[in-house]
């Protein structure tokens, strides 16, 4: 199992995670430690290109402030150079 951590930033989407072989994510915690309520988004980005506005998986997810929102019943399967990307603030 690995562990990474990538705090979220506003403009395009970063990546969260680069698959360098086939990789199945099972859990994603989406941590909101600031004060106000931060939208997030989630994209799967395809090794082919950076498609962000077709490839949305979560749009404008809402996050209070001190709050955690756990991402475990979808099952996400990558082949290497496909990734997981986020940002905050609107889509």
Do not use: H, W
Not at 53 to 66: T, V
């Amino acid at each position: 199992m690995a562990i990474t951590s990538t705090p979220l930033t506003s403009g395009l989407p970063q990546n969260v995670l680069l698959a360098t072989s086939n990789v199945a994510v099972t859990t994603m915690y989406l941590c909101n430690k600031g004060a106000v309520t931060v939208t997030a988004n989630i994209f799967l980005t395809p090794a082919t290109g950076n498609v962000y506005g077709q490839n949305i998986i979560y749009s404008n997810l809402a996050i209070a402030s001190n709050d955690t929102y756990v991402i475990e019943r979808e099952r996400v399967l990558l082949s290497p150079g496909d990734a997981i990307t986020a940002n905050i603030g609107p889509d």
